[in-house]
């Protein structure tokens, strides 16, 4: 993993779910996180459902905290919900962080 790619998680962590006290990094819902040479980021995330009241707002929050990155040239964030989300993708931070270890 590069030093940019663990800045941009360490902005991840910032970002937060706002029906559970889990950031979105550790809950699980950045499916795939890709970096090239040049900075261009991108991103597949997905909600904890469909009906998710930050719906129309967390993907350019997560889009503004990885350009705010040093380093960073361009983003692409994608929403998509194949595979849907489950509790078997948070981490085991976010387990502990949940009382669910």
């Excluded at 040049?38 to 350019?60: E, F, K, Q, Y």
């Excluded at 595979?83 to 981490?91: A, Y």
């Amino acid at each position: 993993m590069s030093k940019l790619q663990d800045r941009i998680i360490e902005a991840l962590r910032s970002c937060y779910d706002p029906e559970i006290p889990v950031n979105i990094y550790d809950l699980g819902l950045i499916y795939e996180l890709n970096v090239d040479e040049a900075g261009a980021v991108s991103v597949r995330m997905t909600l904890t459902a469909p009906n998710c009241p930050v719906a129309g707002s967390l993907p350019g929050d997560v889009e503004r905290k990885i350009r705010s990155v040093s380093g960073v040239k361009d983003v692409q964030v994608e929403l998509v919900w194949d595979p849907p989300w489950g509790r078997d993708r948070l981490s085991p931070a976010a387990l502990v962080q949940l009382g669910m270890f």
